[in-house]
């Protein structure tokens, strides 16, 4: 089909109740599901010139720009992509974010293409930003240190983000196609079970946790309106306890909701899938919520991790070694709505003292 004709037919209908609407939509769902990517660079192109784009124009723009960037092509085609996106978002009412984007480019890109176009990336753009962490978390991108620094002078929030993955992420690997990770849990048994001492003789205090929000920061999406979905909370024991007999019996003192609904399953867990449980969380959202993707959700694991270790600074270095101190579990209980395994949260850590409990608990369903 000539571009000027799927133009045409793209804007012979405003919306479905158009006549035409089913000829205006079959560009996208027919056409340029098909097309080569030659021929859907100019197409976006051409679509970019129409001053008042129609619904089926913004339905398919998103559709060609993604079979765009997920066909591998050369640092040109890179940098393409990243003008369309950016000029789209100003165009018309289209359905994708800049971040989303560079998760296409990241997934399917060759890495020696990434690297050349975030060596010339400017610190202010936040395309390229993101694609700097989503290429990390699939390859080695030191070769984009430079880059880095600009962002790290500039004040980016993804900065100080490590360049490739760290001991902890080792779970993190995202595809290389488009698409964000699949929810992952572990079936009943597999862990190792954490019942705790029986009765256990502990006073356990609530404390105000001015972090309580920066552990929340993976599953912000997930809060709704009242916050009935979501908890941090934040525990002073009135003696230290060894890490070997921190368990259910502990967890059933606290006062947090999501631990006083009777207990299902409590088991250990390590730092790596702590961060990994906290990193699909932010990356894919709640069943309604939208997910980070995988640069700002990156960020938001590590920002949850350490609030949770009470880590103050330092980097993901010094978090990982905080929490490597700590001792976790993770539970769910009557609380959970137990909907589907990757929706349920509850995570605690008995930190270094041996006398401060914090739980971070999420829930939701379809």
């Known amino acids: 089909m000539e571009i000027g004709e799927a133009v045409r037919r793209m804007g012979l209908a405003r919306n479905h109740r158009d006549r035409h609407w089913k000829t205006a939509v079959q560009v996208t769902d027919r056409t340029i599901r098909n097309a080569e990517p030659e021929w859907l660079e100019e197409l976006l192109e ?14 398919g723009f998103p559709v060609a720009l993604q079979r765009l960037a997920t066909t591998p092509g050369d640092v040109e085609r890179i940098r393409s992509v990243r003008r369309i996106a950016a000029e789209g978002k100003t165009w018309g009412d ?38 700097l962490q989503e290429t990390a978390l699939r390859h080695d991108a030191n070769g984009a240190s430079g880059f880095a620094r600009r962002l790290r002078a500039a004040g980016h929030p993804l900065a100080e ?18 698409g964000l990770p699949q929810p992952e849990w572990h079936a009943p048994g597999e862990r190792t079970p954490a019942p705790g001492p029986a009765g256990i003789d502990l006073t356990a ?11 929340l920061s993976a599953h912000r999406a997930w809060v709704s309106g009242g916050g009935e979905c979501t908890e941090a909370r934040l525990y002073s024991l009135d003696r230290p306890l060894a890490p070997a007999d921190f368990g259910a019996s502990l967890l059933r003192l606290l006062t947090a909701d999501s631990t006083g609904g009777g207990l299902d399953e409590v088991s250990r867990a390590t730092t790596a899938d702590v961060l990994h449980k906290l990193f699909q969380g932010a990356t894919g959202g709640s069943a309604y919520g939208p997910g980070l993707g995988g ?21 993901t270095s010094a978090v990982e070694r905080a929490a490597d101190r700590c001792a976790w579990l993770f539970y769910t209980s009557g609380w959970h709505l137990q909907v589907h395994p990757s929706m349920d949260v509850g995570i605690a850590v008995l930190r270094p003292d041996g006398r401060t409990v914090a739980v971070l608990a999420a829930t939701d369903s379809d």
């Open 205 to 215: 205090t609530e404390l105000g946790w001015p972090a309580a929000d920066r552990a």
């Open 161 to 178: 983000l490590p360049l490739r993955r760290t001991p902890a992420e080792r779970r993190h690997g995202l595809p290389h196609y488009p």
């Open 46 to 59: 051409a679509l970019l010139q129409v001053g008042d784009p129609t619904y089926p124009m913004c339905y």
């Open 295 to 315: 640069a700002y959700g990156r960020l938001a694991s590590w920002e949850s991790l350490a609030a949770l270790a009470g880590a103050d600074g330092g980097g």
């Open 94 to 131: 289209v359905r994708y974010e800049l971040a989303g984007v560079a998760s296409w480019l990241a997934a399917a890109q060759p890495l020696d293409h990434l690297l050349a176009f975030l060596g010339t990336a400017d610190a202010a753009d936040e395309l390229a930003a993101c694609l």
